[in-house]
């Protein structure tokens, strides 16, 4: 099977959204879904506290490690009565990795540092992290589940890091009847696991879908869809939108192999 010809899922319900883009380029049918859901820490008073403290200057970095993080930071921006690029001021950013880097340019911010390579992790971007001056501070706003890699390696490095939660993502409550039913009618082709947590919330709502080519984003997201009982198809080798659409054509390709 080509990709042109696949009906996919994909865990993202904006039609602008650049996955569902890409996999509409590609000529492929997207299925878009809720697989989890977002919230802003609540209350958001250390968060918000932050952020003030961001304007003034007081961080020496802003870390982003995920799309989802800069929808949140332009939302509290936005309920503070600015804007996110006014709030970061001279601040240099910097990106877990292409993806990232590029809702930091749509949301109007310069993005200062991005680990070299097509991976991206918070283990990359430690890497890539330069050894802090003296009383160097890092903002790391991140999701309640984060693994505390980023934070204990920049403090290995020798930063501060004000470490605060800024977002929980869940499990959606409920499974889309629609998606459901293309699954149980063996309609779907492919699903595109964008994190880990898509990954467990794709098994909780609709089972392990067998028959079904499963292409990972990376290889922390393959992870966690095995660990969730998965058989992972493909990686995307550069996480990007465009990279996500190679690796489903490679697992499409394999699996018609397969079944030849």
Request: glycine share 8%; proline share 8%; aromatic share 2%.
């Amino acid at each position: 099977m080509t990709v042109d010809a696949a009906r996919v899922i994909v865990p993202r319900t904006r039609p602008d959204d650049p996955v569902v883009a890409a996999v509409r380029d590609a000529g492929a049918t997207p299925l878009p879904t809720a697989l989890v859901t977002t919230a802003v820490v609540d209350p958001p008073d250390e968060l918000d506290r932050s952020l003030r403290a961001l304007a003034e200057g007081a961080h020496s970095w802003l870390a982003v490690t995920s799309a989802t993080t800069v929808e949140v930071l332009l939302g509290r921006a936005e309920a503070l009565g600015t804007t996110l690029p006014a709030l970061v001021g001279e601040t240099p950013v910097a990106a877990v990795g292409p993806a990232t880097a590029a809702a930091l340019h749509d949301a109007g911010l310069a993005v200062a540092l991005v680990p070299p390579g097509p991976t991206s992790s918070a283990a990359d971007l430690v890497a890539a992290w330069p050894v802090s001056p003296r009383g160097g501070i890092v903002l790391l706003p991140r999701s309640a589940i984060a693994a505390p890699t980023l934070a204990t390696g920049l403090r290995e490095r020798g930063w501060l890091v004000d470490d605060v939660v800024a977002y929980s993502t869940a499990t959606a409550r409920v499974a889309d009847p629609t998606v459901a039913a293309d699954l149980a009618a063996g309609r779907v082709d492919a699903v595109l696991l964008t994190s880990g947590s898509t990954a467990r919330a794709l098994v909780d709502l609709y089972g392990p879908v067998p028959g079904v080519a499963v292409v990972a984003i990376g290889p922390s997201t393959a992870e966690a869809a095995a660990r969730a009982g998965l058989t992972v198809h493909a990686v995307a080798r550069e996480q990007t939108p465009a990279g996500l659409i190679t690796a489903l054509d490679r697992a499409l390709a394999h699996r018609s192999e397969q079944h030849r």
